[in-house]
C-alpha cells in the first residue's frame, strides 16, 4: 500500500505555544487529507477534511481557530494546535484519500504524539 | 455516514479463527466496509475491503450477507501479535466526500 509520513512523531510542548504537525503522501498525491485525534483507550476522531487548494472542513465542535490546516501541495498537510494547552494533548493521525486500483483507499499515517505541559 | 457497532472486546488463543462481526443496518448502496487494525500508538492499518459476498487476501477474509447489514471480519490462526483493536468502517467506495468515522472498535485480546 501507499505510505503517509507524520513528523514529529513526539512533540513537548509548553502550555501557549503553537505546535505544527506535518503530513505527508510519499510516493502518492493526495488531493484529500484528514486528521484525527485519539485520546487514550479511545476510538479515532475526525477533526476535518484537508482538501488540497482550499479552506479544510471542520468537524462539528473542532475550533478552525485551534487547529489550523493548511494542504499547500498535492504530498503535504499540516496540522498547527495554535496556543496549546494540557487538555490538548492527544495522539494526532492524519489519512491522505487516493484512488487504488478500481476503488478508493485511504492510508494513515504512524501519528503524532502530543503533549502539552 | 452509515453507523457501526462492533463488541468491544473478544478474547481469543493462539492458533484460534477469530471472527468479529460488524452491524451496519444503514449501509448505502454505494459503500464499501473496510476494516483497519491499529496497535497502540500507531495509525490504523488497512485490512480488508469487500462490497458485497465474500473477499479474502493473504491476512483475512471478510464475509458480507446478500443484505450487506453485517460483516465478518475473519482472522485465521491468530498469533499473540494480533492482540489490537480492530475497526469496521462504512463509506469509501464511490462517497465524494471520503470521510471515515470510526466506531468503538473491537479490542481483541489473543493469549497463548
Known amino acids: 500500500g501507499a505510505v503517509v509520513s507524520q513528523h514529529p512523531s513526539r512533540v513537548i510542548c509548553k502550555s501557549g505555544t503553537s505546535v505544527k504537525i506535518e503530513c505527508r503522501s510519499l510516493?502518492?498525491?493526495?488531493?484529500?487529507m484528514f486528521w484525527y485525534r485519539q485520546f487514550p483507550k479511545k476510538s479515532l476522531m475526525l477533526m476535518a477534511t484537508s482538501n488540497e487548494g482550499s479552506k479544510a472542513t471542520y468537524e462539528q465542535g473542532v475550533e478552525k481557530d485551534k487547529f489550523l490546516i493548511n494542504h499547500a501541495s498535492l504530498t503535504l498537510s499540516t496540522l498547527t494546535v495554535t496556543s496549546a494547552h494540557p487538555e490538548d494533548s492527544s495522539f494526532y493521525i492524519c489519512?491522505?484519500?487516493?484512488?487504488?486500483?478500481?476503488?478508493?483507499?485511504?492510508?494513515f499515517g504512524p501519528g503524532t504524539r502530543l503533549t502539552v505541559l | 455516514l452509515a453507523k457501526t457497532t462492533q463488541p468491544i472486546s473478544m478474547d481469543s488463543y493462539e492458533g484460534q479463527e477469530v471472527n468479529i462481526t460488524c452491524s451496519h443496518n444503514?449501509?448505502?448502496?454505494?459503500?464499501?466496509i473496510t476494516w483497519y487494525q491499529q496497535f497502540p500508538s500507531q495509525g490504523p492499518r488497512f485490512i480488508i475491503q469487500g462490497y458485497k459476498t465474500k473477499v479474502t487476501n493473504e491476512v483475512a477474509s471478510l464475509f458480507i450477507p446478500a443484505d450487506r447489514k453485517s460483516s465478518t471480519l475473519s482472522l485465521p490462526r491468530v498469533s499473540l501479535s494480533d492482540t489490537a483493536v480492530y475497526y469496521c468502517?462504512?463509506?469509501?467506495?464511490?462517497?465524494?466526500?471520503?470521510?471515515?468515522?470510526f466506531g468503538q472498535g473491537t479490542t481483541l485480546q489473543v493469549k497463548p
Open positions: 468502517l462504512v463509506g469509501e467506495g464511490s462517497s465524494n466526500t471520503g470521510k471515515l468515522i
Open positions: 444503514n449501509i448505502a448502496t454505494n459503500d464499501y
Open positions: 510516493d502518492f498525491q493526495a488531493t484529500t
Open positions: 489519512s491522505a484519500r487516493v484512488k487504488w486500483g478500481a476503488d478508493w483507499e485511504q492510508f
